[in-house]
């Protein structure tokens, strides 16, 4: 009777300290939500941060709402559908308005699933930067939270088909990341580039965002909470033994993720550097900054089984396809990606995807083969992406029939904080005055447009 009680107190026990060890890691998560808007603040013009702030904002609250009433519920009915399991529609809905008595779980389980689904979610607004109707991004963000990414989670974790294939991503390289990342990079292609930036021969004006202090500002807490993002998906802190006592949680597992998560970073931001170096002479700041993330992209859906060499490697290759990809998409494919979303999130955290095989610990240690862990990736990755880009496509597509993706060429050479929201977000030196000379360094021409006068093109390429 004792022992039955004891154990029952040391169940209880294991069972708290893991759900706090799950919301702890879960507001870690929250918290990157303050580096996207940083970074992404700071890689706009000073007339556009307070809209760009503003969307950040939305993001969260509108998304976070939307995945609780539709989004999680779609996530698991997916994963029935075409996963061959066992589910109910109405069930699906109701275990998580009003969970059984007894499931302490259901809340905090939904609460760990919805930072990842509004991470997806804002990684897009940093794409369609400065030319972007608030209302057609919001409405985006319910569709994205509500089907779009739930439908990309059915597919995997809630047991869908990818699931049953093999297809491996550990904390979302590609069911966030690059899900993002590609949604960004299809609806700026959709949307269009901003005002004077291509030329009619094709040619690139660079338009250089307002602060580097916050772009980077915002790469760091973005790093810091990649922590809760990988590491904290990896295990729980503690265990009942099959005695009934308490026993450490899988933490082999914990510092592989640990270790390779910030080896992938400083690799990536290595890499970024180098690449960057070699094809313009100068060590560009931000392509450094966007390097630290594509290498935590490039890490994040592998990193709990990877041999660590392999995390310097993958780490290396995300960072210095950064310059290569950014230069491709803006010069080659002339879609005008404000904050470099793809580069950093979608084709990193394809690469990350498909290096898997590469660098597995079971193919290293004989347990797995190299085709069978390669085919579930290449069929997963390609999946994951149509989907993406269709569904965008289509969203973004309609709005645009009807006028209403982007703001008006006079709004937009306004800026969008006076435009959408009514607000200045640097009154003291953001503005024109009486000659149309500008603090910040521009010259307002006759047709609205702004000429930098600061500012020299040294053949450099910047984000």
């Known amino acids: 009777m004792l022992n039955s009680v004891l154990q029952s107190d040391l169940s209880a ?45 939305l993001t969260w609250s509108v998304g ?35 969970p059984a008595a007894g499931n302490v779980t259901a809340w905090v389980d939904w609460l760990f699933g919805a930072v990842f689904a509004m991470t997806a979610a804002t990684i897009v607004s940093g794409a369609v930067a400065g030319r972007a109707k608030l209302r057609a991004y919001v409405t985006y963000t319910i569709i994205l939270a509500a089907v779009i990414y739930p439908v990309v989670v059915g597919f995997t974790w809630a047991g869908g088909f990818l699931s049953a294939l093999g297809f491996h991503d550990f904390a979302g390289g590609v069911i966030v990341h690059a899900m993002g990342g590609i949604a960004g990079l299809t609806a700026a292609w959709i949307i269009g580039p901003r005002v004077n930036r291509f030329n009619d021969d ?68 290595i890499g970024a550097a180098a690449v960057a170096t070699y094809r313009t002479g100068k060590v560009d700041t931000l392509y450094v900054a966007n390097g630290v993330l594509a290498g935590l992209v490039g890490i994040t859906s592998i990193a709990d089984a990877i041999v660590w060499p392999g995390a310097l490697v993958v780490g290396l290759l995300a960072g210095a396809q950064l310059p290569v990809v950014f230069e491709f998409v803006e010069k080659r494919l002339q879609i005008d990606d404000v904050c470099a979303v793809f580069p950093v999130h979608g084709s990193a955290g394809v690469l990350g995807a498909l290096a898997y095989p590469l660098f597995a610990t079971g193919v290293w240690n004989g347990s797995a083969s190299f085709v069978g862990l390669a085919i579930p990736q290449i069929v997963g990755v390609a999946v994951i992406a149509g989907w993406t880009f269709l569904a965008t496509a289509v969203v973004f597509g309609a709005f645009r029939a009807v006028g209403q993706a982007r703001v008006s060429r006079q709004h937009e050479l306004e800026g969008l904080d006076s435009s959408e929201h009514g607000v ?32 020299v093109d040294d053949g450099g390429e910047s984000l």
């Not at 918290?31 to 556009?48: D, I, P």
């Not at 939307?66 to 779609?74: D, E, R």
């Not at 075409?82 to 699906?92: E, H, I, L």
């Open 64 to 98: 976070v709402v939307v995945f609780f009433l539709a989004g999680a519920a779609i996530s698991t009915i997916v994963g029935g559908l075409t996963g061959g399991g066992s589910y109910s529609v109405a069930g699906a809905f109701m275990d998580l308005y009003s």
């Open 13 to 57: 026990v294991v069972q708290g300290v893991n759900l706090v060890w799950v919301l702890t890691v879960t507001f870690l998560i929250f918290f990157m939500h303050a580096g996207f808007a940083m970074l992404e603040a700071g890689q706009v013009r000073s007339k556009n941060v307070a809209n760009q702030l503003t969307k950040n904002l």
């Open 424 to 455: 200045d977000t640097y009154p003291e030196f953001g503005g024109p005055d009486e000659s149309g000379a500008r603090v910040d360094g521009g010259v307002i021409r006759p047709d609205g447009g702004v000429t930098q006068t600061d500012s």
């Open 202 to 269: 094709g040619s690139v004006n660079v338009i250089p965002g307002h602060s580097m202090t916050f772009a980077v500002l915002g790469t760091l807490i973005l790093a810091f909470g990649w922590y809760g993002f990988n590491v904290g998906t990896s295990a729980s802190p503690l265990a009942l033994t099959e005695s009934g006592g308490v026993a450490l949680g899988s933490f082999e597992t914990v510092g592989r993720v640990a270790l390779v998560t910030t080896l992938g970073m400083a690799a990536g931001a």
